[in-house]
């Protein structure tokens, strides 16, 4: 029998923080409401607040392994708020990212409404949690009918076209605001009233963007949402640092074409 043969094996430990970049916890709160009583919840909790509330921040606790650059995006009822990339140098463990105050989260329209902080890379191996702000009905914005819409004009039948792109717009508002695209498919036209200003309060909208400019165009993307031949209504709100300064009446529109999608 050979003699046994001694191997020597240099082994590096390396701490958590300098290994693969990930993510191990993360937490969601918000920064309201202010009171000393008040709770901050946090993954599945929710709070209240007033329709046209300012000031209303979430912020993302991430305990990190390793270091890398992070992309996320802050999202509101399943809209891209704001898109984050951000280098965390190795051996930092916890981090806070918060969300914008512009464009901040909307409290225009009553109801339910869900935030999540979607980590895209690296992919975390958790479920990102979720967390809830619920808008209080009351209505203190601007009247309905004091912004002007332009084109296309009430009941108006248009075409979708992947080529031609049907174009939205509105007359500007004195400031310089930070437009509510909103469309939505009202249930029954005979006794839709444009000049309801919770006529929408508890439904979510097939699409609303917030723009700068006095014009939007649908996207392709969009289009695959719409159904041919139905009635829509779209409204614009103007808003600054969160109040409202104008808002127009709904107005029905019908699209048609086959880009439209057939129920």
């Not at 970049?21 to 993954?43: D, I, K």
């Not at 007033?50 to 996320?72: I, M, V, W």
């Not at 930070?178 to 909208?205: E, I």
Request: hydrophobic share 40%; proline share 9%; aromatic share 10%.
């Amino acid at each position: 029998m050979s003699a046994p043969v001694q191997v020597e094996v240099a082994l590096t430990i390396v701490p958590a923080s300098g290994g693969t970049f990930s993510q191990v916890r993360m937490e969601l709160t918000f920064n309201q409401p202010l009171q000393v009583a008040g709770t901050r919840p946090s993954s599945g909790g929710r709070i209240t607040v007033p329709r046209f509330a300012k000031g209303l921040q979430a912020a993302a606790t991430l305990t990190c392994n390793g270091g890398g650059t992070l992309r996320a995006q802050w999202k509101v009822d399943g809209q891209i708020l704001s898109s984050i990339t951000q280098q965390l140098n190795p051996g930092l463990r916890e981090i806070m990212i918060t969300s914008p105050l512009t464009p901040a989260f909307p409290t225009y329209g009553t109801g339910l409404h869900k935030v999540t902080f979607e980590i895209l890379d690296p992919v975390p191996a958790f479920d990102e949690p979720t967390i809830y702000y619920f808008v209080t009905e009351s209505y203190t914005g601007a009247p309905l009918g004091s912004l002007t819409l332009t084109n296309p004009g009430e009941q108006e039948h248009v075409a979708l076209s992947p080529k031609a792109l049907p174009r939205f717009s509105w007359q500007p508002a004195e400031e310089e605001p930070l437009y509510r695209f909103q469309l939505y498919r009202p249930d029954d036209t005979l006794t839709f009233d444009p000049t309801v200003p919770m006529r929408f309060a508890y439904q979510k909208p097939v699409l609303a963007v917030m723009t700068r400019q006095t014009t939007y165009d649908l996207t392709e993307l969009n289009m695959k949402d719409i159904v041919a031949d139905a009635p829509y209504c779209w409204q614009v709100q103007a808003s600054d640092a969160d109040k409202m300064v104008a808002a127009s009446m709904y107005r029905l529109v019908f699209f048609t074409g086959s880009a439209a999608r057939s129920e």
